[in-house]
């Protein structure tokens, strides 16, 4: 085990899940939007209308801008905090996905370089070369996508990885082509949202009118195909997670998904009204105000989707805390649990307290908080204040009377379907009851 970050009150899952969320809008801004941008070139040239390409030149200036500034600092600051949130799952992903990464990253780079080629040149080369620049950055990135979601399929749905190791096993999972459609249809709605913003500041009436319906069909058309694809996404959610989700273990991931619906509706009915009935509605203010009801929709969705995972961060192989849940012989992987329980977790853990008395109140604490913060730190906030599950609040709800009590919820941690079990000899247990019962707000 590596050692804990701690973040207080938010706990570290909720500062990726802020960066993840923010992520999503220029990366799949990023992936969408040429396909709009050589639709209109490609227009231009055809029908001799020189005056479309001031809109390429804001629109990928844009691009440019908000995803290979803001989205590759977004993007590195994922990697960041999900290593040191979770070194050990990165860990996992990478033994399984380095050479996806690796495609990943060719792609990436084909897509920086062809944007600034493509930005800089437009209107110094010949049209044809033009737009195939576009070609090149449309495809790379969209083969960036249709690669980083199989490891984020991976995640939820591991599939056939658990008995062959295989990576391609692991990568088409049963999650992976409704979730590669769903963010597809998707891309072209985040595209639609962007090129109908900066349509709206075009001069040219006519062609801003005209710009701004464009960009409204393209959106309403990856909404409609969003909403079919991410139905049989749910469908093929693996049983587990439905019934997290279905059986009201976890009432807020319903609450996730309802405001996901209603974020969708509102960003549809934009569309329609002020894209396609009346285009002059759109504008900076309607835009900002579009992009923040999306940022909150796409938080609530990823937040459903990291949801469903639970108890694990990998499906079936790594818990959220980071111990290994299962026999992997495929890649030589061993279950922690049972070996955690016989030797001690403490035993397995490089930075602890050198000696433990256990008839000792100050050692136990000191040890059970050790224990506490990697087996439960990940999920739930250990702070009085804390915001995201806060464990204090949450076991006061249980009214323990000693930490006898607590030991035997300890004991039934396994029987929630969204939390692993307990791992730990009888001292780790001791230590983390003691500590626990010490923090129950009172
Ligand atoms: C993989 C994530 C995860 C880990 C690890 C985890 N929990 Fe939880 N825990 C949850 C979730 C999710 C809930 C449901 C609370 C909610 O509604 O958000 C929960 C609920 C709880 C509750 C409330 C139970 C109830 O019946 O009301 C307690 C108490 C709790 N956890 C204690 C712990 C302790 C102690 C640990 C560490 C030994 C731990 N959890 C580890 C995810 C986790």
Redesign the pocket.
């Known amino acids: 085990m590596y050692p804990f970050w701690e973040v207080p009150i938010f706990t570290s899952g909720m500062v990726i899940a802020l960066i993840a969320t923010f992520h999503i809008l220029p990366c799949h801004l990023a992936t969408g939007a040429f396909w709009f941008t050589v639709f209109v070139e490609r227009k231009a040239y055809k029908q001799n209308r020189p005056e479309l390409l001031e809109f390429i030149k804001k629109y990928s200036l844009l691009i440019l801008i908000f995803c290979f500034v803001i989205g590759s600092l977004s993007g590195v600051g994922i990697w960041y905090a999900a290593t040191v949130a979770s070194p050990r799952g990165i860990s996992g992903l990478i033994h399984n996905y380095v050479w996806g990464w690796a495609t990943e990253w060719v792609f990436f780079v084909i897509e920086i370089a062809s944007i600034y080629v493509y930005y800089y040149t437009l209107g110094k080369i010949d049209s044809k070369s033009h737009l195939m620049l576009g070609w090149v950055y449309a495809w790379a990135a969209w083969i960036s996508m249709i690669i980083i979601t199989g490891i984020l399929a991976f995640m939820l749905s591991s599939g056939k990885w658990v008995e062959t190791g295989g990576f391609f096993d692991g990568f088409f999972n049963e999650t992976y082509w409704p979730q590669l459609l769903t963010r597809t249809a998707f891309m072209f709605c985040i595209a639609g949202v962007y090129a109908a913003i900066v349509a709206s500041t075009l001069a040219n009436k006519k062609i801003r009118k005209e710009l701004v319906r464009s960009a409204g069909l393209w959106g309403v058309a990856g909404m409609l195909a969003g909403v079919a694809f991410a139905g049989w996404y749910l469908y093929r959610l693996p049983a587990h997670a439905k019934g997290l989700w279905l059986d009201e273990s ?1 009432p ?1 991931l319903g609450h996730l998904l309802n405001a996901a619906a209603v974020a969708y509706a509102v960003v549809l009915i934009w569309f329609v009204v002020c894209c396609l009935i009346k285009p002059r509605l759109v504008g900076p203010v309607s835009g900002i105000l579009i992009l923040v009801i999306l940022f909150l929709g796409i938080g609530a969705g990823e937040g459903f989707r990291e949801g469903v995972r ?2 694990y961060i990998i499906d079936q192989y790594m ?3 980071q111990i290994v849940a299962k026999d992997i012989p495929a890649k030589h992987v061993k279950a922690e649990i049972p070996r955690f329980n016989k030797d001690g977790f403490l035993a397995h853990l490089y930075f602890r307290p050198n000696k433990i008395d256990p008839k000792n109140r100050t050692d136990l604490l000191r040890a059970g908080s050790v224990v ?1 913060h990697h ?2 730190g ?3 906030a250990l702070d009085r204040f804390g915001k995201i ?1 806060p ?1 204090p609040v ?2 006061a ?2 009214s323990p009377e000693s930490p006898g009590d607590i030991q035997d ?2 004991d039934s ?1 396994g029987d ?1 379907p ?3 079990p ?1 791992a730990g000899n009888e001292l780790d247990k001791k230590a ?1 009851s003691e500590y ?1 019962f010490s923090i129950v707000r009172r």
Do not use: I, K
Request: proline share 7%.
């Open positions: 976890l807020y639970r108890p818990y959220g805390n506490v087996e439960c990940n999920c739930h599950r464990l949450l076991l709800n249980l919820f300890l941690l929630y969204f939390m692993p307990f983390a626990l």
